[in-house]
């Protein structure tokens, strides 16, 4: 993906960082992806280019939505999108840490559509040789990890998203001696801090949304990463349902274990992450003596970086 095309998207994420920040704080989760997500459409429409939405905002949220199939920008070379006009939700409306803008661009038709129920899914900055796997034990995992970075497994520090169905699953990491790190919301960003060594998080586990499996996977395979998912519609209240509708419109195996390969089939994509509030990753969008300054994170497979962007407007 050229370098002026991923600076394009990146202010797409800046703009709609900064129309959510306007809601930090306040307590109304959907006026802030409301902001978000018009400020993006808008800023999309902007750009000469042909994109086209395969991961829009999920459904759960009962928020306005860049909807699966939507036509963004005015003419040109064709790329498919996923986003997150605000990952983090409820870390914007209640100003906690590491809400983002979150963006996957890669060439059209790399991008999977992902049915919009649960994934189980497992992230790192390195598959181990081989070792991870998404139908490993905890066990297995956790001391993989272990061995590729050579720490004692007492250092090991897997981040996992706190709910209820990751009871065993905690019990499972902590029985090993290894480490865990609770996040209440944040599902991309819990994958993609695995590939930031600032981070500290060197394993992510657990389930969540499968678009968010797609987002994450993008970044961690542009910057050679790993990540592998599964699929688990008895997670979901409408889970046979949404299974009915995917088996109708499968190009996979909805039982098998998702490869890297089979979520982005490009080598050729970039992640954008903006900060709506402060994080981990990247700082939030702050505001004073007449600027609006934004803090970034770009992987991109086209030179396998990550790069951290501040940019700093008039207001």
Request: hydrophobic letters at 40%; aromatic letters at 4%.
């Amino acid at each position: 993906m050229q370098q002026t095309r991923i600076m394009e998207i990146l202010k797409v994420a800046e703009l709609a960082a900064i129309a959510a920040s306007e809601w930090n704080g306040r307590g109304d989760k959907v006026a802030a992806d409301q902001a978000a997500t018009t400020a993006m459409r808008n800023a999309f429409n902007d750009i000469e280019f042909s994109g086209r939405i395969v991961i829009g905002e999920g459904e759960r949220d009962e928020a306005p939505m860049l909807f699966i199939g939507e036509e963004l920008g005015k003419g040109g070379e064709e790329i498919d999108i996923a986003v997150d006009p605000l990952e983090g939700t409820n870390l914007c409306a209640y100003n906690r840490a590491n809400s983002l803008t979150t963006i996957a661009i890669a060439p059209r038709g790399a991008l999977l559509y992902a049915p919009d129920t649960y994934m189980w899914k497992i992230a790192a900055a390195t598959d181990c040789g081989g070792r991870l796997h998404i139908d490993n034990t905890p066990e297995e995992n956790v001391r993989a990890i272990a061995d590729e970075l050579g720490k004692p497994i007492e250092d090991v520090n897997v981040l996992v998203l706190k709910r209820g169905r990751h009871d065993k699953l905690i019990e499972a990491i902590r029985s090993t001696g290894a480490r865990v790190s609770l996040i209440d919301d944040g599902d991309v960003y819990g994958a993609i801090a695995t590939a930031i060594p600032h981070t500290g998080i060197d394993l992510y586990m657990g389930s969540g949304g499968s678009p968010e499996g797609v987002l994450a996977c993008t970044g961690l395979k542009a910057i050679g990463g790993f990540f592998m998912g599964k699929l688990d519609f008895t997670l979901d209240r409408d889970g046979e349902a949404k299974r009915a509708r995917a088996e109708k419109m499968a190009e996979i195996d909805l039982d098998a274990p998702l490869t890297m390969d089979i979520l982005v089939r490009s080598d050729d994509a970039a992640f954008i992450a903006c900060g709506v509030t402060d994080g981990d990753m990247v700082h939030g969008v702050r505001k004073g003596n007449g600027t609006i300054a934004t803090e970034s994170v770009i992987m991109s497979a086209s030179d396998k970086t990550t790069r951290f962007v501040r940019t700093i407007r008039r207001a």
